[in-house]
């Protein structure tokens, strides 16, 4: 079985959550990742930038829709 959880926790807190999966039999395995803020705004965006060409009727071939003229 797999579960996905969405928690916000302080970071200081990150540790204690992983000592006790370590020591839980029935957590086989478990990840623990940070939110990318950046990634999700950016998929916003462009979520929204295709809503609205939708809403005005126009086709998109998401070719502008690349990261080429973005910095990382």
Known sequence: MYVFYT??????NVAKI????????????????????KSIAKAEMIKDKQAKRKAAGIVSNDSDDDDSDDED
Request: no cysteine; hydrophobic share 30%.
């Open 18 to 37: 992983e000592s006790t999966l370590n020591i839980t039999d029935e957590v086989l395995r478990y990840l623990i990742t940070k939110r990318d803020e």
């Open 7 to 12: 928690v916000e926790v302080p970071g200081e």
